[in-house]
């Protein structure tokens, strides 16, 4: 069984780019191996950010994986910020990261670009991002496309840390791995950035079956199809890339031939998809609004996750501070 980390930031609704590269994926593996899965409030205020808002985000992002299918029996769920081991291994990182590294990231460069003024904390994302994992010596993280780069550099700090504190055996930092889903890069609404929380280019997990459908309606698709004679090419088409996160393997089959052969419109392929969607979107959006009269229950699942993933984290940093040859404290 391999240890396995991913975290999400509370920094809009949980969208369908987010279920589809990464969440969905947890859910599967919950039942496979040992799971941390994480709300990432202290990535969330790398970018402007309400105050008021922050709990409210950081407890209705808890509900959507809930909701999702993540079960605390099966997984731990915890609040970033509850687990202040966090913040000291990141500062750990910091010392043995290159700084040029951080600044060839696209996210850092994307990101940047929006802020009037840049914060030293949105260049040094990546390494509260290896952090993260590493403070659980997890080997797998299942995330979308957009953070491979974030991996690639997660390797790097570990190697850099392990080649200078991690010799003589005993503990070492391993390199993780992603690990993708099919639906790995969904686009948003436009079909040219991504779908990200913070665009607003979304459909969320919690839209209505009318929401959804007035979303899809007009969404980019291949620009080939000018007109319903014209075929297309699934492969690079927004809306295909979506089926294959909501539609039955066979259905997919169908989408790809009717687009290819102009054996359909578009329109008529995004109501499959939209039905498909709906179907299995309703369940979500009923749970989660069950759980959201129910926030002691979501608090508690917090307060227990955050436990349990306080006393992994405990036993990494000692060694750590250890290797580093910091002083023991008399108590921590
Ligand atoms: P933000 O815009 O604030 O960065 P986000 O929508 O990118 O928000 P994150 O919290 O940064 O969401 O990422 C959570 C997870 O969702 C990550 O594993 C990320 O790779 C994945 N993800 C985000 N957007 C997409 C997308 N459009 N397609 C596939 N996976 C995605
Ligand atoms: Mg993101």
Redesign the pocket.
């Known amino acids: 069984m391999a240890r396995v980390f991913?975290g999400?930031?509370p920094?809009?609704e949980l969208?369908i780019?987010?279920y589809?590269?990464?969440v969905q994926n947890w859910v599967k593996l919950q039942s496979q191996h040992d799971c941390l899965f994480s709300v990432v409030d202290l990535h969330a205020i790398t970018?402007a950010y309400e105050v008021a808002t922050l709990p409210h985000r950081t407890l209705e992002m808890a509900v959507g994986l809930l909701a999702a299918g993540l079960d605390p029996a099966r997984c731990i769920l915890f609040v970033q910020s509850h687990v202040p081991e966090h913040t000291e291994l990141n500062w750990l990182l910091n010392t043995v990261t290159p700084l040029g590294e951080l600044e060839r990231q696209t996210q850092f460069k994307d990101k940047a670009q929006r802020q009037e003024s840049v914060p030293a904390g949105l260049l040094n994302y990546p390494v509260l991002q290896a952090a993260d994992v590493l403070l659980y010596v997890a080997t797998l993280v299942p995330?979308?496309?957009?953070?491979l780069q974030h991996l690639e550099l997660m390797r790097e700090i570990a190697r850099r840390w392990n080649a200078r504190f991690g010799t003589g055996g005993g503990f070492q930092f391993p390199e993780p791995q992603a690990l993708l889903s099919t639906?790995?890069?969904?686009?948003g609404l436009d079909g040219h950035a991504?779908?990200?929380?913070?665009?607003g280019n979304t459909i969320s997990l919690f839209d209505p079956p009318e929401t959804i459908w007035g979303k899809l309606r007009p969404a980019a698709t291949d620009p080939a199809r000018v007109t319903r004679k014209d075929p297309g090419n699934p492969d690079i088409c927004n809306i295909f890339t979506i089926h294959q996160g909501f539609s039955p393997p066979d259905t997919q089959t169908q989408v790809a031939h009717n687009c290819r052969t102009a054996g359909w419109g578009c329109l008529d392929c995004k109501r499959v998809l939209a039905d498909n969607m709906i179907a299995t979107l309703g369940p979500i959006r009923e749970r989660a609004q069950e759980l959201r009269s129910h926030p002691e229950r979501v608090r508690e699942v917090l307060r227990s996750g955050a436990a349990k993933a306080r006393t992994i984290a405990r036993g990494t940093m000692a060694e750590v501070r250890r290797r580093m040859g910091f002083l023991d404290a008399e108590e921590r």
């Open positions: 991913s999400i930031q920094s809009g969208h780019g987010n589809l590269g990464a970018q995330v979308g496309e957009d953070q639906a790995k890069r969904v686009l991504k779908m990200s929380k913070s665009l």
